[in-house]
């Protein structure tokens, strides 16, 4: 194996990781809030409110990944 497909194997495994654990935290926060407003549904602002700042944050993680796997990709 050279450093060409070391460089690849890693870019592909940061991008796997990188989209997965997002996809599978948004969902559980997205779950979580809709069985949250059902218990109580006066909360349902306070709720959807920090339901979309913690779908942000997971979505940022994504985005990080993506730069580091075209770090990994194109830099040395």
Known sequence: ???DQVR???TMGVIA???IVP???IGWIGS???KSIARNPEAGSKIQTAMILAIAFAEAIA???LVVALVVKFVA
Do not use: P, R
């Open 1 to 3: 194996m050279d450093i």
């Open 32 to 34: 979580t809030a809709v």
């Open 63 to 65: 985005v990080y990944a």
């Open 23 to 25: 996809a599978i935290s």
């Open 17 to 19: 990781v990188g989209t």
């Open 8 to 10: 690849i194997w890693a």
